[in-house]
């Protein structure tokens, strides 16, 4: 081993570092909303279909790559298979996206830090429905407000990657996540007992196919990988600090059933309380926002305080899975600046806040970009990259580097069994099917 390069520890601790950095925004703020705007139960159905048959594969393969290259992703693929500029363009393109979702991923980020303020206060303890939809529309659309919250959370996250002192919130995020994971499980007993909310279960239950259509495979596939971290080369980087003993299969697996749980249960947790709130499921982007705070509004009628700290932890702890993710965003920005220019670590954390906290400003402001720029980085950069990354293990690595890969020369006796079904699923199936809904989603 070269010793220079830091390896994660344990298998629980590969799943724990790349299950830290696809829960996130993700899973309780973005995945709710797309079932919302994308028919309810079909949309959950594509969604699952979408993780095990595609993402999967994809998950594998991006590991596979940063392990044998022991690279992040701007260079990975280029050291693997040196001479072409073409798979470096790829790496810069994937840097790019990154740093694109970045700069909304702030914005909501902004918004939970000021709904954590709020919870401070007290403030949605026995408000009615109408009352706390108010306080979303007029928080997101007050000039200064979204904007200020923006870019503290921008700032608190860059500073903590400036100064190196990732470990602390790191650790903080072990205790926050489960934390997240458990008073998720205690609002949805809150929320399936609001009057009205067997609406919402049955929306999530109940799929109605005839929704679905090319956008919604494509708006499917792209939450998949965005929830799994996938498509922008997070987990090649993060692959090449995987260990050269550990199961590929396994990690992947682990991470992808964590993440799909959390994802779910956030979505039973919501949807049943937008239905008796009477919001609107095709709200969009605040569906969170308007309904979280009526189930801890309903909380509080009997005991304020409880809803007043239910609600405080719960956003603390959306804000701390939103900063790892967000932190691990602006390290794959501030790794490329290093490497490719030099520049230091300060340097670069100054310029990439100047740029997506600039292009966050703008996505505050003009909800008309936060959406283009949403649905072009999930629905096409993340669809385009994973794409590339499937080609590249496929077509260009020799198959036998994949399979000593993913058996570890011969060692994981079932992978070796299921190697062929693997790279099946690896050389064909993703890279026909990611293409076939890339194009569809422009057609239908
Ligand atoms: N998966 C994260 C979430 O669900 C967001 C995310 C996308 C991410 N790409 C990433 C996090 C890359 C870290 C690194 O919120």
Same mark, same amino acid.
């Given at each position: 081993m070269s010793g220079k390069k830091e390896r994660f520890g344990s298998r629980t601790a590969v799943i724990m570092a790349m299950a830290g950095s696809a829960i996130g925004l993700g899973n309780i703020w973005r995945f709710p909303y797309m079932v919302g705007e994308h028919g309810g139960a079909a949309f959950i159905v594509m969604y699952l279909l979408a993780t095990l048959l595609l993402s999967l594969p994809v998950f594998i393969t991006e590991v596979t790559i940063g392990r044998r290259s022991r690279? =992040?992703?701007?260079?990975a693929m280029s050291e693997l298979?040196? =001479?072409?500029r073409i798979w470096e363009f790829v790496g810069l393109l994937a840097v790019i996206v990154s740093l694109l979702i970045n700069s909304y991923y702030c914005v909501i980020g902004g918004w939970s830090l000021d709904f954590l303020l709020r919870s401070c206060a007290a403030s949605f303890v026995r408000m009615s429905p109408s009352e706390v939809t108010s306080v979303f529309s007029q928080m997101s659309s007050s000039r200064w407000e979204p904007v200020v919250m923006h870019l503290s959370f921008m700032g608190i996250s860059t500073f903590i990657v400036a100064h190196g002192v990732k470990a602390g919130i790191e650790k903080f995020s072990k205790i926050s996540i489960p934390a997240l994971f458990f008073l998720i499980i205690v609002m949805i007993f809150y929320s399936v007992t609001l009057p009205g909310a067997s609406e919402g279960l049955k929306y999530l239950v109940k799929p109605d196919f005839s929704q679905v259509n090319g956008e919604t495979m494509a708006y499917a596939l792209g939450q998949s990988f965005y929830s799994l971290s996938l498509g922008m080369g997070a987990i090649i980087t993060y692959g090449s600090y995987v260990h050269k003993e550990e199961d590929i299969v396994v990690s992947g697996a682990g991470t992808a059933v964590f993440d799909l749980t959390f994802a779910i249960l956030a979505g039973f947790a919501i949807m049943p309380a937008v239905f008796a709130a009477g919001i609107e499921p095709g709200a969009g982007p605040g569906l969170i926002f308007q309904s979280v705070p009526y189930i801890f509004s309903s909380m509080g009628e009997e005991v304020p305080v409880i809803s007043a700290a239910v609600s405080f932890i719960f956003f603390l702890a959306i804000v701390v899975a939103a900063m790892t993710s967000c932190i691990s965003l602006i390290e794959v920005g501030v790794t490329f600046l290093g490497e490719k220019f030099n520049l230091s670590r300060k340097k670069s954390c100054c310029l990439l806040f100047v740029l997506c906290g600039g292009l966050g400003i703008v996505c505050s402001l003009q909800p008309s970009v936060f959406d283009s720029l949403d649905w072009f980085c999930s629905n096409v950069m993340l669809l385009v990259l994973a794409f590339c990354f499937v080609v590249f293990a496929g077509f260009v690595m020799k198959k036998e580097d994949v399979r000593e890969e993913i058996t570890n020369a011969g060692a994981k006796p079932l992978n070796v069994r299921l190697f062929n079904v693997i790279y099946f699923q690896i050389k064909w199936i993703a890279p026909i099917a990611i293409a076939v809904i890339l194009v569809t989603n422009f057609i239908l």
């Open positions: 690279k =992040g992703a701007f260079s298979h040196p =001479g072409h």
